[in-house]
């Protein structure tokens, strides 16, 4: 590992902010129940010179920070937690039954905490604006919608925006800084098939819906091995279909529910065009009526060129390591609703234990843990950020 560089006004608090992380993690909320997380990062950053929104976006807040003359820069950190019971072995084991932190959303709060107070209580190391924006409902919900509905990016006007997700399929230590797509868009649907039931003996006069879906469903993938750009990304996954009631019963209707993932608006477009296409296709060609419900939910997540430059100079002062590819993943996330508003990027923090492979302790999984010196790291990468954009005057 290449020698790592925390900021000094970081180092001094990095216990606290492990210490953050750690009541956030014994204390998880659900998306739009984030009511004791808001309470507890206000108590926390009450000292600190800054104008507090609460509540926003239900229970979300922005905190705004002023340092004198210069452009306005948001950095945001996600509130919610997972309902998944904790099956890991920690001291600081969740407390809330069946909800857990189990994607690293106490550790962004945690780290926009710290950054915070370290830029609060060093301000001679920028100039400007800061807007801290702590989000609900990340995992599925659109929080980030919502905030913005409710006026997030104006008054002052955000420039550019920042976000950092902690990573465990990459160890701690490295960090991913791309620019373009880094997470993709992801939508669902439910398509209803209903044909005419009958006599398994007897197929002719009916309408086999399950013959129609197994139809469907290979047509389906078509739409990702011909229609799209073979350098272009892209999923199609069915993961609940259900019908039919016996073995010898020909099923009358059919329901199927599924994903769809692509790095590039257009491409989420064509897909979404095409299912609807193919299912009109193959309802006329079997005779079945087939229904579509689609769901437009996250776009891609689209890093700015000139605003990842800036964010992989910040990284080059912490670390040298793990700039790149390896961090991509057709994974969703709302971060990409603040990106299609503002420019900015989206960093990835490695936050795997070093004895740990990539696929050991993945998000969502209930036993989830992270490297905590990831926090720290993270930290120093925003307070690099906000000396590069908001410079104090010489
Ligand atoms: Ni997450």
């Given amino acids: 590992m290449s020698?790592?560089?925390?900021h000094p006004v970081i180092a001094a608090l990095e216990d606290t902010i492990i210490g953050y992380r750690r009541y956030l993690h014994q204390h998880p909320e659900l998306?739009?129940?984030?009511v004791e997380t808001a309470r507890y990062i206000m108590d926390q950053i009450k000292d600190a010179d800054i104008e507090i929104f609460h509540p926003m976006a239900k229970t979300g807040l922005v905190g705004i920070m002023r340092n004198g003359h210069g452009p306005c820069i948001a950095l945001r950190a996600d509130m919610d937690a997972l309902p998944i019971q904790e099956t890991g072995d920690v001291p600081y084991k969740s407390m809330?039954?069946?909800v857990m932190h189990a994607c690293g959303h106490d550790g962004h709060m945690a780290i926009l905490m710290g950054t915070l107070l370290a830029l609060d209580q060093n301000r001679s190391l920028w100039q400007g604006t800061i807007k801290f924006v702590f989000q609900p409902a990340e995992e599925g919900e659109g929080g980030a919608e919502l905030m913005i509905k409710e006026g997030v990016l104006k008054n002052p006007d955000v420039q550019a925006i920042f976000g950092l997700h902690l990573w465990n399929y990459q160890t701690y230590g490295t960090i991913g800084v791309k620019s373009g797509p880094v997470l993709a868009s992801a939508d669902s649907f439910e398509i209803t098939v209903r044909g005419v039931g009958g006599h398994g003996a007897m197929p002719q006069g009916t309408v086999d819906t399950i013959h129609v879906s197994a139809q469907l469903i290979l047509a389906l993938q078509s739409i990702i091995s011909r229609n799209l750009d073979p350098l272009q990304p892209g999923v199609i996954s069915i993961g609940q279909i259900q019908g039919g009631n016996a073995f010898n019963i020909i099923a009358d209707e059919v329901s199927l529910k599924g994903t769809t993932r692509a790095y590039r608006p257009e491409d989420q477009q064509l897909i979404h065009t095409r299912i609807q296409e193919i299912c009109d296709g193959i309802a006329a060609t079997y005779g079945a009526k087939?229904?579509?419900e689609y769901r437009d939910s996250y776009p891609p997540t689209i890093n700015d060129p000139e605003m990842t430059e800036a964010a992989a100079r910040a990284v080059r002062r912490v670390t040298e390591a793990g700039l790149g590819?390896?961090?991509?993943?057709?994974?969703g996330e709302d971060m990409a609703f603040y990106l299609r508003e503002v420019p900015g990027c989206f960093l990835f923090v490695g936050s795997a234990k070093p004895h740990h492979k990539s696929s050991d302790v993945p998000h969502h999984c209930s036993h989830f843990d992270i490297d905590e010196r990831s926090l720290a790291l993270g930290a120093s990468i925003f307070v690099e950020l906000v000396q590069e954009m908001l410079p104090p005057a010489s």
């Fill in 3 to 6: 020698e790592l560089r925390i």
């Fill in 31 to 34: 998306g739009f129940q984030e």
């Fill in 96 to 98: 809330n039954d069946g």
């Fill in 290 to 292: 087939i229904n579509i």
């Fill in 325 to 331: 590819d390896p961090y991509l993943t057709m994974g």
